[in-house]
């Protein structure tokens, strides 16, 4: 079975529906970005995925059987977080908070998957018993896909990574996350940073008003929906 299978979704959050009829699958091992104009429903998706809030209809089917809460969910970045009053380690080590195991028996087992993560994005030792506010926006960014990843081994929901960070941190976590996809990692990722999003990324889900697309990167850019959007985002 697919990774997640999404089925004939309506999304809404009272008569209207934001989200109708939207049939996708993701597959192990994809990077999808999810592209589309303001309000026109991404986050209301990225809600339904990780269980926020429930379809009026259709279905979202995961196969790992630890189904959403295998999840590891990088969520947009808002002015609270950064004011959030935790240490580096903290608020990476929350990422362990849905396995059960982070206030009663966070195992050394747990120290070491943290610590190795840390290492591998390059978050030096020094930062880690400073204050998350006291970081820059592209270190927070790194430290909160550390605690993504201390959720999941497998399915990354990023939303809007890249917002807000310069051009060197936006690089430095497009390729970060393009390292972690081809270690095998499936990933989705809500974009605003349309062209970057759509080269880096394998296919993309592009909703709209009037309908969907869902296909190759390579088919959404020779579309005509694809051309259309691209250009207009450029202007
Ligand atoms: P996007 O992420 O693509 O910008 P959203 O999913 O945030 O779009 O919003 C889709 C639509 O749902 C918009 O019309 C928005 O105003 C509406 N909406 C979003 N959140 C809520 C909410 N909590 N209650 C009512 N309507 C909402």
């Not at 998957?113 to 880690?128: G, N, T, V, Y």
């Amino acid at each position: 079975m697919n990774c997640i299978e999404v089925r004939d979704l309506v999304l809404s959050y009272g008569t209207e529906p934001v989200i109708t009829d939207l049939s996708f699958d993701v597959e192990n091992g994809d990077y999808i970005c999810i592209i589309g104009e303001n309000g026109s429903g991404k986050t209301t998706l990225v809600k339904s995925i990780l269980g926020l809030i429930q379809p009026v209809s259709g279905s979202i089917t995961f196969a790992d059987k630890k189904g959403r809460k295998g999840i590891g969910y990088l969520p947009q970045q808002q002015k609270v977080q950064h004011d959030f009053p935790a240490s580096v380690l903290e608020v990476v080590h929350s990422g362990f908070v849905n396995s059960g195991l982070f206030s009663f028996d966070f195992t050394e087992a747990k120290r070491r998957k943290a610590h190795d993560i840390m290492h591998a994005l390059k978050i030096e030792h020094s930062i880690c018993n400073k204050c998350f506010r006291e970081l820059s926006g592209g270190q927070r960014q790194k430290v909160l896909l550390a605690r993504a990843l201390c959720a999941t081994d497998k399915l990354l929901l990023l939303d809007e990574p890249v917002t807000g960070l310069d051009p060197v941190s936006t690089a430095e976590m497009y390729r970060i996350i393009r390292e972690l996809n081809n270690n095998g990692m499936t990933v989705i990722m809500i974009s605003h940073d349309l062209r970057s999003a759509v080269c880096e990324a394998k296919k993309v889900l592009h909703i709209s008003h009037n309908g969907f697309f869902f296909g190759s990167s390579a088919e959404y850019k020779s579309s005509d929906l694809g051309r259309a959007f691209l250009e207009e985002a450029e202007k």
